[in-house]
């Protein structure tokens, strides 16, 4: 491309140039409201240079310029010490094709959210509100680079949430249900029926459950939950950029876990919910598998150009912006546990005392490994069969010694949908599992 030629006339040693479209839309209905919150499309471009060892960058909504590549240029500031990794020439055009069509007028689209919400009020006289959210990400990207790297990809997210409220004398619960896809038309890909089933059940489960017992457990995680344990307590901490300052850093090659124990951040998995579909990343370069945690120890990091360089690490295709104004920045795609060899009802019978934990509502971790989660869904486990149901559950530890107590993985897997916010950032991910067998876990609840 001529305007990247003019960038190396000028002195850079590399640069690359990103257009992207996003077309968007977005519903939302309540118990007594219906609106379009995004209908429309957001494009333009970003422009990087590497100028004497210091990035300078250039985006807009406009049209590309000569002007433009000069800006970047003078703009252009570091310490001088800005080291990347180089890639060969390479054109590609991916286009990932969707199994279900968004053909329908947006009226048609209010008109299947307005039957699920009157079917969620179905459910129980007890429910007294209702939020449901609908959006649909139409994603047109093109890359180019100094390196003769022609990058072009085509794809689309969606997906709706639906959050319920109910009320049963002096107790109110929430209760909600998430699914988005990269395979097309959300409510034609999953199952409308299953979905009430869960958000029943988890209504039912916050209105007539008991708070456990402050007090460690053995626990068995469920798909959901290791998936956002895996993403929180691990990903990130093997994200490069936080890594080398983290606690996974020092622990390289070394044994952490139990050697059936594999954690891995993956471009695209075959599972309808994977939505942190990276072919390319934004630096241009192609997804692999990065093995994370390999047979129990601490194998690889995710990285972006700098970093791969800084590390001396294999590329892996973690760099990504959620729009062509925000910078590159090391992100996971989807991340998961690798399924074991148990299956869900032997590890069930092996728990005499503890908790199924079933389904996240939010968390954190910190650069240390803490982490505390909440959960929406889980029941007591007495004598190796799944009894009560659980309300105001809540999860913590340390990241390091929960890997250490895992005692077995089953083969049953499935991925859930996310968005992972970071630096002023979001983008879709993909997080999943099997089930898992801690022996010990904290588990918040009632102090006695």
């Known amino acids: ?212 017992k402050a007090d460690k457990y053995p626990v068995v995680l469920a798909p959901e939950v290791v998936g956002v344990f895996a993403h929180e307590a691990i990903g990130h901490l093997a994200e490069a950029d936080l890594a080398i300052n983290g606690i996974l850093y020092e622990l390289r090659g070394k044994q952490i876990a139990p050697e059936f124990l594999n954690i891995v951040d993956s471009p695209i998995v075959d599972y309808p919910m994977g939505i942190g579909v990276t072919i390319y990343d934004d630096d241009g370069i192609e997804g692999r598998d990065v093995h994370i945690i390999k047979n129990g120890a601490v194998n690889e990091f995710l990285t972006d150009r700098f970093y791969s360089s800084y590390l001396g690490q294999k590329p892996t295709g973690n760099a990504r912006a959620e729009d062509f104004r925000n910078p590159i920045i090391i992100r996971m795609r989807n991340t998961y546990i690798s399924p074991g060899s148990y299956s869900y009802d032997e590890m069930i019978k092996e728990v005499k005392q503890g908790i199924l934990l079933v389904s996240p509502r939010g968390g954190q971790t910190s650069p240390d490994g803490t982490f505390q989660f909440g959960i929406q869904e889980a029941y007591k486990i007495e004598n190796g069969e799944v009894k009560e149901p659980l309300r105001n559950v809540g999860i913590s530890g340390y990241t390091i010694e929960t890997l250490r107590d895992i005692k077995a993985i089953s083969k049953e897997f499935n991925v859930s949908p996310g968005y992972c916010g970071k630096d002023g950032q979001s983008v879709p991910v993909g997080v999943g599992g099997p089930y898992v067998l801690v022996e010990n876990m904290k588990v918040g609840g009632i102090i006695e």
């Open 1 to 212: 491309m001529d305007l990247l030629k003019k960038a190396e006339e000028l002195g850079a040693t590399f640069a690359d140039l990103r257009i992207m479209k996003i077309k968007e839309l977005s519903l939302t209905v309540t118990e007594d409201r219906e609106l379009i919150t995004t209908n429309g499309i957001d494009q333009g471009f970003s422009l990087r240079v590497l100028y004497r060892g210091n990035w300078g960058y250039k985006s807009s909504t406009g049209e590309i310029g000569y002007d433009d590549v000069k800006d970047a240029i003078n703009v252009s500031y570091g310490d001088e010490k800005t080291n990347i990794i180089y890639m060969p020439p390479k054109k590609d055009n991916v286009d990932i094709k969707i199994k279900y069509d968004f053909n329908k007028l947006i009226k048609e689209k209010f008109n299947d959210l307005r039957k699920i919400r009157e079917s969620v009020f179905s459910l129980s006289d007890r429910i007294k509100s209702v939020n449901i959210r609908y959006y649909e990400s139409h994603f047109e990207k093109e890359y180019y680079s100094t390196e003769d790297r022609e990058i072009k990809q085509k794809y689309v997210i969606s997906g709706f949430s639906i959050v319920a409220v109910a009320r049963e004398n002096d107790i109110v619960a929430s209760a909600y249900v998430s699914k988005s896809t990269f395979q097309g038309y959300p409510l034609e890909v999953f199952d409308i029926n299953d979905i009430l089933q869960t958000l029943k059940i988890r209504i039912e489960g916050q209105l007539k459950g008991k708070p456990p």
